[in-house]
């Protein structure tokens, strides 16, 4: 149970990052367009402050790079889950094969006696 929700987390997270790394592209694209003579602002909480074309380039290389580092990231740790998960079922698929293997058993708890030790010797 703890691994499905680890998969939906990290698939959940993945797709954040997929629509970062899209805003991220496109506006590696629409900075492409400009020249050094374009202004380039960027707004942080409430004041807008003027930054160079090549240090916003820059930076949004930087966040590129990063993202897809960090999608990487969780494409793996998502693969390794998905093994996990599995070994757990090739675990749990062996396991059923023993149980309708055993001698009386018959695939079902047929024959099976369970002692839960309530009430033994106090008749």
């Known amino acids: 149970m703890a691994e499905l929700i680890q998969k939906n987390k990290s698939m959940s997270e993945r797709q954040k990052l997929e629509v970062q790394l899209t805003e991220n592209s496109i506006m ?3 900075l492409a367009l400009l020249d050094g003579s374009n202004v380039v602002f960027k707004l942080l909480r409430s004041i807008v402050v003027k930054r160079e074309l090549g240090e916003v380039q820059a930076t949004v290389g930087k966040r590129l790079d ?12 998502f693969r390794d889950l998905e093994q996990q998960s599995e070994q757990q079922r090739q675990t749990f ?6 149980f309708s293997d055993c001698p009386g058993s018959k695939g079902s708890w ?6 839960w030790g309530v009430g033994e010797g106090k008749e």
């Not at 990063?66 to 740790?77: C, D, G, L, N, P």
């Not at 698929?93 to 023993?98: I, S, Y």
């Not at 047929?110 to 002692?115: A, D, F, Q, Y």
């Open 28 to 30: 590696k694209e629409e």
């Open 66 to 77: 990063y993202i897809t580092a960090e999608i990487k990231r969780y494409e793996f740790q």
């Open 93 to 98: 698929a062996q396991l059923q094969q023993e």
């Open 110 to 115: 047929e024959g099976l006696t369970l002692s």
